[in-house]
């Protein structure tokens, strides 16, 4: 349900959602996990951020120096470009800075950087974070975002789900590192997935236990059980982190069984005591489960989408992808007049196609 719900929410464009401070501090600890040296020299660009409360913004900001950011760049769109229903009202921090301005307030967006001690404590943290309204609105797909894009090394954000295609294409076109959120549903975008299979883009290290809790500020959209009113929070359990930033995770093989072993021990019924069953027009095997993928196996196999949570690009080769929108995008043949690998006469939507690099004996 709560799935369903981020995609009427993406319908709507409904885009208002904020990740808290603790999750981007876990997903950035893995990249420095890694290679501690990752953002050291480099300058982060923050856009479709809200700068003065954003917690990526809040992030980086206090740990500037530890990171070795070279320079810190977070924008925001205007209130006027937002919901009208969010009755967006200039905070105190604008009102009381001596560059406000009445009309810019409403129609522009701002920019923060972050590249010096302005407050004289040897310091270089968020109390030294400089402002000024923005010419645009922060629409990212305006020149002026374009140009802090090009400036940029690495993007970070929590892009609005609506325009995820343009966010994504828009970063790629500059050849920039990045980790954005997304959901689910776009690993299998004819935009993402040629992405995904070339390793360009991966899964991040993730939201614990698959769970992503957002602020909200409104509530429309959502069936019980999603919003907690108390928090604030919205659940959703089909959120992403997306990047080309490398982290360990990424490199952990994945624990198999051998395809005997899987049809005497595995837990799921649909394989134990009866195997692996074949695409009635592919040469490949059908495998539902992710732990159930037999590791010495030489062909290719069809397995569900959430593999690519589990997938390490030493471990196995990506071929293609079945899903109902970009089936194509598999190569394969079609001379049973149905356009994708079956199974007993069903489209089997929804499956990744893989083989392993090196079968185990």
């Not at 010495?296 to 569900?304: L, T």
Request: with cysteine.
């Amino acid at each position: 349900m709560a799935n369903e719900n981020l995609g009427a929410a993406r319908k709507a464009k409904n885009d208002e959602f904020y990740t808290q401070f603790h999750d981007i501090e876990k997903e950035m600890g893995a990249y420095l996990d890694y290679d501690s040296e990752v953002f050291r020299g480099k300058t982060v660009l923050l856009p479709c951020d809200d700068p003065e409360w954003s917690n990526f913004t809040k992030y980086f900001a206090q740990n500037f120096q530890r990171l070795g950011l070279k320079k810190l760049i977070s924008t925001s769109y205007a209130p006027n470009s937002k919901p009208k229903e969010l009755n967006l009202q200039p905070t105190l921090f604008e009102l009381e800075s001596p560059q406000f301005d009445e009309e810019k307030a409403a129609a522009n967006g701002k920019i923060f950087t972050l590249t010096r001690d302005t407050t004289g404590d040897d310091v270089i943290n968020v109390d030294d974070l400089e402002w000024s309204y923005l010419d645009g609105d922060g629409d990212f797909r305006s020149e002026e975002i374009t140009r802090l894009r090009d400036e940029a090394d690495v993007i970070i954000t929590n892009p609005p789900f609506s325009l995820f295609r343009e966010f994504l294409a828009w970063i790629i076109e500059a050849n920039k590192q990045f980790v954005i959120i997304g959901n689910m549903n776009a690993l299998t975008y004819r935009e993402v997935f040629p992405l995904i299979r070339d390793n360009r883009l991966w899964l991040g290290n993730g939201f614990h236990k698959g769970n992503a809790y957002f602020a909200t500020p409104t509530t429309r959209e959502y069936a019980d059980g999603v919003f907690d009113e108390e928090t604030g929070l919205v659940k959703f359990r089909n959120a992403l982190w997306f990047t080309n930033l490398d982290h360990g995770r990424r490199h952990q093989p994945l624990p198999l069984m051998s395809e005997a072993d899987n049809l005497k021990f595995s837990k799921h019924k649909e394989v134990k005591g009866t195997g692996y069953t074949k695409f009635d027009n592919y040469e490949a095997i059908e495998v539902p489960f992710t732990d159930a993928i037999p590791s010495d196996y030489k062909g290719v196999m069809g397995v569900p989408i959430s593999f690519l949570d589990k997938y390490s690009p030493e471990q196995f080769e990506i071929i293609g992808l079945i899903a109902g929108n970009i089936r194509g995008l598999a190569g394969i043949p079609t001379s049973t007049g149905k356009d994708g690998p079956y199974v007993g006469g069903k489209l089997k939507y929804g499956r990744i196609l893989i083989r392993h690099k090196k079968v185990e004996k």
